[in-house]
T-cell receptor, first 113, second 111 residues
Framework: NAGVTQTPKFQVLKTGQSMTLQCAQD?????MSWYRQDPGMGLRLIHY???????DQGEVPNGYNVSRSTTEDFPLRLLSAAPSQTSVYFC????????????FGEGSRLTVL | QQQVKQSPQSLIVQKGGISIINCAYE??????FPWYQQFPGKGPALLIA?????SEKKEGRFTISFNKSAKQFSLHIMDSQPGDSATYFC??????????FGAGTRLTVKP
């Protein structure tokens, strides 16, 4: 079972470059989200989606764009990378209206120079 | 401003001891309180969760204690083992959406 798949696992960017972090899930989950993990800050919600065509902002949305054209995919776009966006990014999904369990990918480590 | 505050930041426990991690929340609309476990290089994984209609939930060596009036909940790991060494995150959400996490606790269990 693939679960939640993130690509790439590692990426180095220069300031001002743009890129897209890919996230795909094969569990037919309605809800998907992106978090960033920084030391001492825990996991902070960037954007989330409750279904295809619907997205909303989380705690730290500035500098990031998302779209949800299909149930399976939820890409995260960095429009103009900044050193402050150096982080580990996690995509997560859930289909559980009762349990609410989030299933996480293995993360994408991004370094912005 | 973090909506879920977690302590301690790090914790060292001897094998066989009890590990206790505490969390406090502000938003009374939260209705789901999970704990996640994360090993290095991996994504977090659900360990145990509770809803505010009960004060305690136990699964094996792991117990959540929940105090609704104090807006606090805690994770107790009984008979801690070296394999429990990981980072633990508490979290809270409303209607299973928009889950907010604490800053994390790095647990080390010494053999």
């Amino acid at each position: 079972n693939a679960g939640v798949t993130q690509t790439p696992k590692f990426q180095v960017l220069k300031t001002g470059q743009s890129m897209t972090l890919q996230c795909a899930q094969d569990m037919n989950h309605e809800y998907m989200s992106w978090y960033r993990q920084d030391p001492g800050m825990g996991l902070r919600l960037i954007h989330y989606s409750v279904g295809a065509g619907i997205t909303d902002q989380g705690e730290v949305p500035n500098g990031y764009n998302v779209s949800r054209s299909t149930t399976e995919d939820f890409p995260l776009r960095l429009l103009s990378a900044a050193p402050s966006q150096t982080s580990v990014y996690f995509c997560a999904s859930t289909g559980g209206r009762v349990t609410g369990e989030l299933f996480f990918g293995e993360g994408s480590r991004l370094t912005v120079l | 401003q973090q909506q879920v505050k977690q302590s301690p930041q790090s914790l060292i426990v001897q094998k066989g001891g009890i590990s206790i991690i505490n969390c406090a929340y502000e938003n009374t609309a939260f209705d789901y309180f999970p704990w996640y476990q994360q090993f290095p290089g991996k994504g977090p994984a659900l360990l145990i969760a509770i809803r505010p209609d009960v004060s305690e939930k136990k699964e094996g060596r792991f117990t959540i204690s929940f105090n609704k009036s104090a807006k606090q909940f805690s994770l107790h790991i009984m008979d801690s083992q070296p394999g429990d060494s990981a980072t633990y995150f508490c979290a809270a959400s409303r209607n299973n959406n928009d889950m907010r996490f604490g800053a994390g606790t790095r647990l080390t269990v010494k053999p």
